[in-house]
């Protein structure tokens, strides 16, 4: 029986005022469940790199080089969240920086991780210790370690960036620092312990994958670790890379996770939700939280992607499910 239906209606506006004055709310006196469902907002998504690079590459006219004081990205826009990130977890963006530029030393309260796409010459510095980006490494910058990037490289570079930036904004923890000067000095004596993982040494382990049983719902596919410790590298976001081989169709999945992918190589389609994103090389793609999805790779080349996933945080937090979706 609810509560209007057994107090006076003037008796109970009357409470329900005091209850606002105490700050206070009981929220059986409206109708609905106690804890308001909500909607998935992120939406499922492809972005194309026929449509990304063009305009990448006309981003310099508009922030010119020397302005400085920002990173010249394009972030991934998903209509359905509205701080406007790839996911509502993870922020991903590409990085465009000219020959001779530097993107001045800075750190903050989110985690990035950086995997490059294209161009020679790129660097970026983490806490002192230079580290080169060349096409499909990854590093790791850690929450509030100093970092800047630069291009010594006779040609412009792009890589992208992908951050925990929405889950610490979420918390309310979003900070940052400039640094005083441009670049960080490089430091002398023993790098510190930093993850940097070489295209090469990536690829080695997927193939070595390759070998053993495929994965029903991923083919294969290896999660980039800690090898001090074993665990994601960072502790709200997981890296990975894997392989869709010619003529794989994976069966279908829903998981509590969320995912932003980018194509490395090679073509294929994912359906997500019953729609279907046919993809290729540099196109990235966002699937939402609890949406089925299934990859597929008709062709006849192998299909490499690489993702970021909020898995890691799921599971901390004891919220990470899969489910087999029917065919
Ligand atoms: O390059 O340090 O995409 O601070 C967003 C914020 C990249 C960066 C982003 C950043 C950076
Ligand atoms: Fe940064």
Redo the contacts with the bound molecule.
């Keep these: 029986m609810s509560i209007r239906a057994t107090t006076a209606a003037p008796a109970l506006d009357q409470w329900i005022r005091k209850l606002d004055h105490a700050a206070l709310d009981a929220p059986w006196t409206q109708p609905g469940p106690l804890i308001k469902p909500k909607k998935s907002a992120m939406e499922p998504k492809l972005w194309r790199w026929r449509e990304i690079e063009p305009l990448l590459r006309q981003s310099p006219e508009f922030m010119k080089p020397g302005r400085g004081a920002e ?1 010249r ?1 394009l ?1 991934l826009d998903n209509p359905g969240v509205p701080e406007r990130t790839a996911a509502h977890t993870i ?1 991903v ?1 590409v ?1 465009y920086l000219l020959p001779g530029e530097c ?1 001045p030393a ?1 750190r ?1 309260t989110p985690d ?1 991780i950086r995997f490059m796409l294209h161009g020679e010459g790129a660097f970026t510095t983490i806490e002192g210790d230079k580290f080169r980006m060349r096409r499909g490494d990854l590093v790791v ?1 850690p929450s509030m370690t100093w ?1 800047d ?1 630069g291009n010594e490289g006779s040609e412009p570079v792009i890589w992208t ?1 992908g ?1 925990d930036s929405p889950v610490v904004r979420y918390l309310e923890n979003l900070l940052g620092q400039e640094f005083e000067g441009d670049a960080q000095p490089i430091r002398t004596g023993p790098p510190a312990r930093h993850l940097h993982y070489t295209w090469e040494t990536a690829y080695a382990e997927l193939m070595t994958r390759a070998k053993g049983d495929a994965d029903p719902f991923d083919d294969v596919i290896m999660e980039y670790l800690d090898p001090a410790t074993g665990r994601s590298v960072v502790p709200t976001i997981g890296c990975y890379l894997q392989m869709l081989r010619p003529g794989v169709r994976t069966r279908a999945h829903t998981q509590t996770s969320s995912a932003v992918y980018h194509v490395v190589a090679g073509s294929g389609a994912t359906d997500i939700g019953g729609t279907r994103y046919a993809w290729g090389e540099g196109d990235f793609f966002a699937i939402p939280p609890r949406v089925a999805h299934a990859h597929a790779n008709p062709g006849d080349a192998p299909a490499i992607l690489f993702s970021f996933q909020d898995v890691p945080l799921l599971k901390t937090l004891g919220f990470y499910r899969v489910e087999d979706s029917p065919a």
């Design positions: 990173r990205i972030r922020s963006a990085q993107a800075h903050h990035a910058t970092h990037h960036d951050l």
